[in-house]
């Protein structure tokens, strides 16, 4: 991006980067790089869901397709089928510098495909379904997907009721980490974090 188009893009979002910066993890520097990027993923259209694809599995190595629809959907809470800035920055925020909780309730939402505020056994098993690629069979996969739901649910569901809410989700995770991503990937491990972060400390930055 030539100095001219960096002018024009931070001027562009100035106003909104300050209002930002004030609940932000972000420094306004760090904010700026994200709009630049923001910008050049843009490409003078919308960031739609093909280009926030392509951004999480180059940028992120974020590379299960299904599971970035679902990411994609829970950034775009508007529906307008693409990202505006403030989801892009709030996502990058979870990603890259979100607490333990504010990752819960990310992955939370994306694995609740129906907006139910709560995760069922149909709906579990349907994620770990997909993510259960190495079986010798379908049948075998049938099985691994059940047999952890099963475990998930024991862990989990602390009034029986069937179903997994966002307290017992969080409450499941403050004990076990791993819990947070068992129906698949929604966020970036820790190199491919340390890595973007990196790349946004640099001056100039390495993304474009």
Not at 117 to 125: H, I, V
Not at 126 to 150: F, H, M, Q, W, Y
Not at 174 to 186: D, F, I, R, V, W
């Amino acid at each position: 991006m030539d100095p001219f188009d960096e002018a024009r893009v931070k001027n562009r979002y100035s106003r909104l980067l300050n209002k930002l910066k004030k609940t932000s993890k972000f420094t306004f520097r760090e904010l700026e790089t994200l709009a630049l990027l923001y910008s050049q993923m843009k490409d003078g259209a919308s960031f739609d869901r093909g280009k926030f694809k392509v951004f999480v599995h180059n940028s992120l190595d974020m590379t299960d397709s299904s599971m970035n629809d679902r990411i994609y959907e829970n950034l775009d809470r508007d529906e307008a089928n693409w990202i505006s800035i403030n989801a892009f920055i709030r996502g990058m925020g979870i990603y890259l510098r979100g607490s333990q909780q504010e990752q819960a309730d990310f992955c939370f939402s994306t694995y609740d495909i129906f907006k139910a505020k709560k995760l069922t056994r149909g709906t579990m098993y349907n994620l770990l379904r997909l993510c259960i690629t190495r079986a010798p069979s379908d049948e075998d996969a049938d099985e691994g997907a059940k047999d952890l739901v099963e475990l998930l649910f024991k862990f989990c569901d602390q009034d029986n009721d069937g179903s997994i809410n966002l307290a017992e989700f969080r409450k499941g995770v403050s004990k076990e980490p791993l819990l947070m991503e068992t129906l698949g990937q929604c966020l970036p491990d820790r190199y491919a974090r340390d890595t973007f972060s990196t790349a946004l400390a640099e001056t100039p930055p390495s993304f474009y």
